[in-house]
């Protein structure tokens, strides 16, 4: 629980900073994403904090959610038309594979793709500050169930 306080002090801080008011709301939001096992869509958000707080409005889950998307509270991975689905900041680089058939989303690690990358910046003299990756594909458990693929 240690860590979930450090989150909502370092809230409590930029909200202050930037002259707003501390909410609840804003807590239960950071608190739910702070839980989440996956990424969640503002509709997953708002569906758990209501169950808290009945009178939470979808939209300032989306206010809320674009704020702390600013304040790098939250990373999102957008799904064009259908939207993003978030997840806390943890600091802890990592890169995406997105199912196009389900939206499950894998979260990894590898070394030696990241240094390539840095090879790949060097090699062109880019100075490299960070970099996303998301790679769309299809899941082991919907090519199970799928004919086109």
Do not use: W
Request: charged share 30%; proline share 2%; with cysteine.
């Amino acid at each position: 629980m240690q860590e979930l306080e450090l989150y909502l002090d370092q809230l409590k801080d930029i909200v202050k900073k930037r002259g707003l008011k501390y909410s609840s709301q804003r807590e239960q939001i950071l608190r739910v994403l702070f839980n989440a096992k996956k990424h969640l869509t503002p509709e997953e958000i708002y569906n758990e904090v209501k169950k808290e707080n009945p009178s939470i409005g979808l939209a300032t889950v989306y206010r809320t959610l674009a704020f702390l998307e600013r304040e790098k509270f939250v990373n999102s991975i957008s799904f064009g038309t259908e939207g993003k689905k978030y997840e806390l900041n943890r600091g802890e680089h990592h890169d995406h594979m997105i199912c196009i058939k389900c939206g499950d989303i894998l979260e990894f690690f590898n070394e030696e793709l990241e240094s390539l990358q840095e090879e790949i910046a060097k090699k062109f003299n880019f100075k490299l500050i960070t970099h996303e990756m998301n790679m769309y594909g299809i899941c082991p458990k919907c090519q199970k169930t799928s004919d086109d693929i």
